[in-house]
């Protein structure tokens, strides 16, 4: 009987135990299935918190963006509104500028429709009445710029009184916004004396200005080459009527190229000698269309001429053939008339201005033009040229600080450096300013794109006898 409780005993102690067992295994899964769906749902959540946390870095970055661009504008617009009201003009002044902006619809159709004509204003202190206005188109060259060392050159090399009785204007011709930010960032950060002082001003070129013809349907390589240069001819010839109120002589020149020392000095002072006032220009450089000098009362018969030929030449062709209209005689043959060109030519030597750039604002081109006159040079027998009127060591520095740090290895001993140094790739170039140097009655030195059976004559480094021959056989 005893054995009997013992057993029953054990056996509800093992149900017993048998059926918590069961219930603790069921409890433990339940449990471990709400943990796995915890862990899910922690999961989700981090994901939406990640989510959500690039959607709100994404939405920052959009906000510190638009707040740039609204502080650039307010800063555009303050800049507009005070060389506003800091500039002092009489109505008559404001319609004498705006008419001059008109003569533009009689050339350029579709700005017929336009009620105001007129470039914007970016920094300007109104500054006129002054002697010299020194004109600078410039337009994004991609990841080469040149302008800096352009105007540090120009800039720099002014005294403080030739600075304040001139006034210097970079006109920005391109429709990137970018760039235009880049150029004035560059300005009022490294030329905040001139800015301050009114002796350098920034303007752009609306995009209106242009006619649609410039971008045509289907561009080809030569259509877009034809459109830069009509677009060159447009962009120069606002720059001039916008500077033609502002001195007594306006000076043109482009954002790649460098000045001598000197320079400005040296203009005035070849200016002040000329005994005759009856000169149409003056060249200072005989490159294209750099360094050339003009009263700024004639810029408006030069711009209107431009402007009836812009599709048709470059500008630096439209200014030689305005130039031989106006100086040689129906009845005179062409010898002739290049004889009186050359009496009549006002030219400045050696050059003042020298041309550094190599990447050319036409997309993809490279341009190795140099001025052949900038330094005087002498004929040996030999037929070679010295033109190092300083040293080289002080050459060598002078030309990287103002062109860039240009490392140059050093000459072999007894070795003689030309002025074609270091020498130009192999290429067909045709010079602009060799057809100007020839018809002033002297040869380009350097690198010149003959005929068209013929390369690159190294018409620089002729003898003596040789030049002579090449005068009188035209080749």
């Known amino acids: 009987m005893r054995t009997k409780q013992v057993n029953l005993l054990i056996s509800f102690v093992a149900v017993t135990l048998f059926s918590f067992s069961c219930f603790c295994i069921s409890k433990l ?14 999961l989700e959540f981090r994901e939406n918190m990640l989510h959500l946390k690039n959607k709100t870095e994404h939405n920052r970055l959009e906000l510190l963006r638009a707040l740039n661009q609204m502080k650039y504008e307010i800063t555009l617009k303050e800049n507009v509104s005070r060389s506003l009201d800091e500039k002092t003009v009489t109505p008559r002044e404001n319609e004498t500028e705006s008419n001059r902006f008109e003569a533009l619809k009689f050339f350029l159709p579709h700005l ?10 970016i920094i300007s202190k109104g500054k ?3 002697t010299f206005a020194l004109g600078i188109s410039t337009v994004n060259r991609g990841t080469q710029s ?8 120009i800039i720099t090399r002014m005294t403080p009184s030739e600075e304040k009785d001139s006034v210097v204007i970079v006109s920005v011709a391109d429709s990137n916004e970018d760039y235009l930010k880049s150029v004035v960032d560059m300005i009022t950060k490294r030329f905040k004396r001139q800015v301050k002082s009114g002796s ?22 030569v259509s877009e080459f034809k459109s830069w240069q009509r677009k060159q001819v447009l962009d120069f010839c606002i720059l001039m009527l916008y500077a033609q109120s ?52 004639d810029l408006p018969g030069f711009v209107q001429f431009f402007l009836m030929f812009y599709k048709d030449k470059p500008i630096d062709w439209l200014l030689e053939s305005l130039f031989q209209a106006k100086m040689c005689d129906p009845a005179e043959n062409f010898r002739q008339c290049t004889t009186r060109l050359k009496e009549v030519l006002i030219q400045h030597k050696p050059s003042l201005f020298q041309h550094v750039g190599i990447h050319s604002s036409f997309p993809g081109k490279e341009q190795y033009f140099k001025d052949p006159v900038l330094e005087p040079t002498v004929c040996t027998a030999a037929g070679a040229q010295d033109s190092r ?12 600080h103002y062109s860039g740090s240009v490392a140059v290895e050093p000459l072999a001993a007894g070795a003689h450096r030309s002025r074609l140094w270091p020498p130009p790739p192999h290429r067909w170039l045709p010079l602009a300013h060799a057809r100007l140097a020839v018809a002033a009655g002297r040869l380009p030195a350097g690198l010149v794109w003959g005929d068209a059976g013929t390369k690159w004559q190294r018409v620089g480094h002729l003898s003596c006898h040789c030049r002579k021959q090449t005068r009188k056989t035209g080749v």
């Open 29 to 42: 899964t339940q449990t471990y299935n709400q943990l796995i769906s915890c862990r899910s749902h922690v």
């Open 112 to 121: 017929r429709q336009v009620s105001r004509i007129y470039p914007d204003v």
């Open 128 to 130: 006129t009445n002054v």
């Open 146 to 153: 040149y302008l800096k060392q352009t105007l540090n050159s």
């Open 200 to 221: 350098l001003e920034v303007i752009s070129v609306p995009a209106f200005l242009y006619p649609d013809s410039l971008h045509g349907q289907q561009p080809t390589e």
């Open 246 to 297: 502002k001195a007594i002589y306006y000076l043109q020149l482009e954002d790649d190229i460098i000045a001598k020392r000197m320079y400005f000095t040296k203009m005035t002072d070849f200016l002040h000698n000329i005994t005759s006032n009856n000169w149409f220009y003056i060249q200072f450089s005989v490159l294209g269309f750099i360094g050339k000098l003009f009263r700024t009362e």
């Open 389 to 400: 009127s300083r040293s080289g060591a002080a050459r060598a520095q002078e030309d990287a």
